[in-house]
């Protein structure tokens, strides 16, 4: 079973930057499409970012865009997210997750009806 492992959040001030990492297990048919999720206190679980592993396919939600960036490490089977400007709004639980590689289009990885989960990690930003 595919297993993904998280890492990379903490507590930064509103305006800096993390980056967490994610580390895929394996890749099923050779690529997959990977995404994070975050899930604030009392709030729904949102889809933030995703990416096509076999190609340069990326997809993100309105609130981060031109604050955050997804990019791939394949040859360490790692999933980045760069999140700079950061503000209270992005405290949350940050989880990874991993599908098929058609969930990357048409955005069904949105859904959050992914196959596979992370644990998740703790980003806290403070004003």
């Known amino acids: 079973e595919v297993q993904l492992v998280e890492s990379g959040g903490g507590s930064a001030q509103a305006g800096g930057s993390l980056r967490l990492s994610c580390i895929v297990s394996?890749?099923?048919?050779?690529?997959?499409?990977v995404a994070w999720f975050r899930q604030a206190p009392g709030q729904e679980r949102e889809g933030v970012a995703s990416?096509?592993?076999?190609?340069?396919?990326?997809d993100y939600t309105d609130s981060v865009k031109d604050r955050f960036t997804i990019s791939q490490d394949n040859a360490k089977n790692t999933v980045y997210l760069q999140m700079n400007s950061l503000k209270p709004e992005d405290t949350a639980v940050y989880y990874c997750?991993?599908?098929?590689?058609?969930?990357?289009?048409?955005?069904?990885?949105?859904?959050?009806?992914?196959?596979?989960w992370g644990k998740g990690t703790l980003v806290n930003i403070s004003s």
């Open positions: 394996e890749y099923t048919d050779d690529s997959m499409c």
């Open positions: 997750a991993a599908g098929p590689t058609g969930y990357c289009f048409g955005a069904h990885w949105s859904t959050g009806d992914m196959h596979y």
């Open positions: 990416i096509y592993t076999g190609g340069d396919l990326l």
